[in-house]
């Protein structure tokens, strides 16, 4: 099992350019999340889904948008980058209610120039 | 909102010393996660604590649920360089459907 999958690993961006970042899992689990984490502020969330076709904005939604077509895939979309938006990104799933554990991407390491 | 306040934010030790993390929620938890993130890699689950004053070991490493819920602790008895990484908690809410994370406490060895 490949467990969380991120495309890419690694991108850099110009100012205003857009781009899609990719997580797939392969648990068949409902719950997918995509954090962003930055030095000294920990794992914040950006965006969540609780179910294919689902998703709910979370602690620093701006300037991001996602979308769950398939109940495999979580993608995150960055319409105009900017400078703050240079992070690590991480995709986590799990696989239902309740206190279930998370389960992470290898993360995408994103500079915006 | 919901705020989980780790300290220390950094943590030097030699090795074979222990080391010890605390996790404080500004609101109480139905249960609290911990996970460990080696350097330059992803936070990996550790365990789930549930019930009030929960005591629960893996190894070498000790985690504690408060009476109130509202705070938590991991202690590593002497430390090895593998246990080198960064050591989130991390609370639910909206029921379960998310996790608040700490900010993590990031510890070095000295061999």
């Known amino acids: 099992n490949a467990g969380v999958t991120q495309t890419p690993k690694f991108r850099v961006l110009k100012t205003g350019q857009s781009m899609t970042l990719l997580c797939a899992q392969d648990?068949?689990?409902?719950?997918m999340y995509w954090y962003r984490q930055d030095p000294g502020m920990g794992l914040r969330l950006i965006h969540y889904?609780?179910?294919?076709?689902?998703?709910a904005k979370g602690e620093v939604p701006d300037g991001y948008n996602v979308s769950r077509l398939k109940k495999q895939n979580f993608l995150l979309g960055l319409e105009s980058a900017a400078p703050s938006q240079t992070s690590v990104y991480f995709c986590?799933?799990?696989?239902?209610?309740?206190?279930?554990?998370?389960?992470f991407g290898d993360g995408t390491r994103l500079s915006i120039l | 909102g919901q705020q989980v306040m780790q300290i220390p934010q950094y943590q030097h030790v030699q090795e074979g010393e222990d080391f010890t993390t605390y996790c404080n929620s500004s609101?109480?938890?139905?249960?609290i996660q911990w996970y460990k993130q080696r350097p330059g890699g992803h936070p990996v689950f550790l365990i789930q604590?549930?019930?009030?004053?929960e005591v629960k070991k893996q190894k070498r490493l000790t985690f504690q649920f408060g009476e109130a819920k509202k705070n938590s602790s991991l202690h590593i008895t002497a430390t090895q360089t593998t246990d080198v990484g960064t050591y989130f908690c991390a609370g639910p809410s909206f029921g379960n459907e998310k996790l608040t994370f700490g900010t993590g406490t990031r510890l070095t060895i000295i061999p």
């Open positions: 648990m068949n689990h409902e719950y």
């Open positions: 889904s609780v179910g294919e076709g689902t998703t």
């Open positions: 609101t109480t938890l139905s249960n």
């Open positions: 604590l549930v019930k009030s004053g």
């Open positions: 986590a799933s799990k696989s239902g209610q309740g206190p279930q554990p998370q389960h």
